[in-house]
Structures are given as C-alpha cells and as structure tokens.
C-alpha cells in the first residue's frame, strides 16, 4: 500500500482515503458497521502504523470509540429516534467515561494532524474531512451522549463550515455531505421556537435537506455509506416513510447478516403499516 501524501501534491495512483476507496480502512469500518469494535480498531491502528501523517486514522479510531458507546446506549435504533424527549435531548444516564477519554483523545490527535497539513496547504482535502467528521463526531456526542446541547451546536456549526469548504472544492467527497445532513435534520427537527433562536446564531433547520444531504452519502460514501443509511432509515422512520425506511434497513441486513441490529431493524420496520 503506498503510502498517503498531501492531496495538493498527490501522484498518481497513490491513495488518499478522502478521494479514493483504501481497502483496509474499508475493512475495518466493515468490522465497525459489524459491531466488532475492538477488531475495527486494531485495523485502523494497523493502517494508521504505516500511514502516521494521514489525518484519517486518528478520525477512524475515534469513530470506532463513538460507535461502540451509540450502539451500548442504543441510540442508533428506532426506540431511540422515536422517542422524542431522547432524540431531542439525549440518552438518560452518562456514556463510558474510559471511552469518553479515548474517543475526545483520537479527536485531538487528528486535529493536530490536519492542523499539520493545513500548514503547508490551508485548502488541503484530507486535513478538511478530518475537521470536518471530527467536529460532526464531537457534535453527536456533546448533544446525544454528554447533553451540552449548546457545546453541540457549536460543534455542529463548526462541522457544517468546514464541509462547505471541502465540498466547494471537491463535491465528490461524499462522505462529507454527512455532518451538514444531520445538522439541517436535527435542527429541523426542533421546535419552532428553538430554531428561531438558533437563526440567530447563524444556525438553520431543514428536515428534508438534511435527508438529501445524508442521502448522498448513502448514496456515494467511501466509508460512511452505511452510517448514513442507518441514520437515513431512522429519519425515514420518524417521518412516516417507511417504504425508504424498509429499503434501506433491508440493504443493511443483507450486507451485514451477523448484524443483531439491522436484522431488529428491519424486523420493527417491516412491522409498520406503509406510511407513503
């Protein structure tokens, strides 16, 4: 596997996990979207050995310790999206303070990374996807895990620009459409009321955008294209879209049959009278 390098000075056939498919990674966010946490992580740091430069690594980790506490506290299910009091205001109880402290840890470390890169080019892509997931990723678990819904926004708001810009330049890195799609959903999901006020800040809310935006990542994602049909099918969920919601779930049972969760997904989706 050769080695990633600056996408601004990129050569030819050399692998850049913003741009191109890099099948280790591949493999282990396949092991994540498995529910075997540990073996994703040990891919990842695999990659991350022979690649310690590259941003992404460090954005790998961290989701592997943000997907593990989600999938323990059950956030990622429809008793939890359709439960409006938890999916406004977030799980009951406290995450994993051990991993809290390595997920926020990874974060650090893939900010330091990009920080690097931007150095030598402020527009540099894989420094831009790095910000961009990791302030979507702190974002949910400020707002879902931690409840500092204000520390969330900030974050989300955070997310949303830095995807602006790398999406300006390269509209193909689809994994980005992600952090924008969940904010606009989530905001959009608010009462009127709140986001008249987050206007204010700046901060705006559209339910069927952020289902656009989380689509083109179901759609064409390298590494998320499954995280964003789960989060896709769940608000497909919650508005009564069930025909989508049963699609997807379906795609995710048959890509990942061990999977306890797409398989209970499914199952309570296809429970649901058709709601198009």
């Known amino acids: 596997m050769s080695p990633i ?3 601004a000075r990129e050569a030819p056939g050399v692998e850049s996990p913003a741009f191109t498919t890099v099948p280790e990674l591949s493999a282990g966010f396949d092991l994540l979207y498995e529910q075997k946490f540990a073996a994703a992580r040990e ?4 990659w991350e050995s022979r690649n310690p430069e590259e941003p992404f690594g460090e954005v790998a980790v961290a989701a592997s310790y943000l997907f593990e506490e989600l999938s323990r506290q059950g956030v990622l299910t429809s008793d939890f999206f359709l439960n409006e009091k938890k999916f406004l205001r977030g799980i009951d109880g406290n995450p994993d303070p051990e991993r809290m402290s390595h997920f926020r840890d990874a974060l650090v470390r893939a900010r330091e990374l990009a920080g690097e890169r931007q150095k030598t080019n402020p527009n540099d892509g894989e420094a831009l996807l790095a910000l961009t997931l990791a302030a979507g990723m702190e974002s949910d678990a400020e707002s879902i895990l931690q409840k500092r819904h204000l520390a969330g926004l900030k974050q989300m708001k ?8 790398l999406l300006a330049q390269h509209p193909d890195a689809a994994d980005a459409y992600i952090a924008p799609g969940i904010a606009n959903y989530i905001i959009g999901s608010q ?4 986001r008249f006020v987050l206007r204010f800040d700046g901060i705006h809310g559209d339910k069927k955008l952020g289902m656009e935006q989380v689509a083109r990542t179901a759609e064409n994602g390298r590494y998320l294209r499954p995280f964003a049909k789960i989060i896709l099918a769940l608000a497909a ?3 009564k879209q069930n025909a989508l919601a049963r699609r997807l779930f379906r795609e995710l049972r048959e890509q990942y049959p061990d999977s306890e969760l797409f398989a209970s997904e499914y199952a309570k989706a296809m429970s649901v009278a058709s709601g198009d």
Do not use: H, L, P, Q
Request: proline share 0%; aromatic share 14%; no cysteine.
């Open 158 to 165: 955070k997310a949303n620009g830095y995807a602006k810009e």
């Open 237 to 239: 969920r919650r508005e």
């Open 43 to 46: 891919a990842f740091a695999s």
């Open 191 to 194: 009462s009127a009321g709140s």
């Open 5 to 7: 390098v600056d996408f």
